[in-house]
């Protein structure tokens, strides 16, 4: 059994980790708000544009735009793209795990797949296991931006472009609310042309006219850039919350068992203490009636 000695180094160890793990708490919970409300300030921005792209689709009949499908419905893809987006470090449970296993099975389902992915720890995962990265970001999945989600946009939509891809499609984590995150797959490239379809605007603006220039297409292809970098921004700081979100849940985990074990070793601190205090108890008494009988022995000798 252990000492009170390595008993009490043991608490203040698990004393010391606790107060990390609250603080990762803490930090993980500012880092989410801040990302949240970066993200609510620009929503209003990116919602105009996709209203806009509704808006073209029902004032023009005749669209022949590179990034929906046709009118007469979708076509196989034979080469996909996908934007992976993990963490730069664990300590976030199932988070990382989560969206890596759903990327292994979605892309067991294609012959051709071109992968790219945001986080450090995607990047070692896909290393160790030598798959070919396509590109890999080198920045942080921390604190995202616009300027970073603008920058894989363009690499994307060249891509897209030179048709060296026929599908983008983006894997990662939404968090729903406090206590749920699910892994998502988004369809980034080619859209339908049914998303952008509503019946309610369609009584109001469908008899309005609009004019276009250069064309509605050349139109169309630019807000559609602009579009496409708003959904992988809105993809990085869902991620992100997300990451945050699974962090708070874990460090909390993390705080209840260290308080669990303090308890446990408090009470272990006590029995061998008292069984100490006992044992010393036990051999004064045990000195003592020896001295009591050394000395009667000796009076009667004498």
């Not at 160790?128 to 942080?140: P, W």
């Not at 109001?204 to 579009?227: A, C, M, Q």
């Amino acid at each position: 059994m252990a000492n009170t000695k390595e008993i009490k180094n043991r608490i203040a160890s698990v004393k010391n980790t606790q107060k990390i793990t609250s603080a990762m708490y803490l930090i993980s919970s500012t880092k989410m708000r801040k990302a949240k409300e970066e993200l609510d300030r620009s929503r209003p921005y990116f919602d105009m544009q996709e209203h806009e792209i509704r808006r073209i689709f029902q004032s023009e009949i005749d669209i022949r735009s590179r990034y929906f499908y046709p009118k007469t419905g979708r076509r196989q893809a034979e080469t996909y793209a996908y934007l992976i987006i993990t963490a730069d470090k664990g300590l976030a449970g199932a988070y990382n795990h989560n969206v890596l296993k759903m990327a292994e099975e979605e892309m067991k389902k294609h012959k051709k797949v071109k992968l790219y992915v945001v986080g450090e720890y995607g990047r070692r995962y896909f290393y160790k296991r030598n798959v070919h990265i396509e590109q890999s970001f080198l920045y942080t999945a921390q604190n995202p931006n616009f300027s970073r989600a603008r920058e894989i946009c363009s690499i994307l939509l060249e891509e897209y472009d030179e048709k060296r891809v026929d599908e983008i499609r983006i894997i990662y984590s939404d968090m729903e609310n406090e206590l749920v995150s699910t892994v998502k797959m988004m369809r980034l490239l080619p859209f339908d042309r049914k998303e952008f379809w509503t019946k309610q605007e369609e009584k109001t603006e469908r008899d309005i006219h609009y004019e276009f220039y250069p064309s509605v297409d050349e139109v169309l292809n630019r807000v559609i850039k602009g579009y496409v970098a708003g959904c992988i921004y809105g993809a990085l700081v869902d991620s992100f919350s997300a990451e945050q979100n699974a962090r708070m849940t874990a460090m909390n985990s993390a705080n209840k068992n260290a308080e669990e074990l303090l308890a446990e070793l408090q009470v272990q601190y006590n029995r061998v203490r008292q069984a100490a205090i006992t044992q010393e108890i036990t051999e004064v008494a045990a000195g003592a009636k020896g001295q009591k009988r050394k000395r009667v022995k000796e009076a009667a000798e004498s």
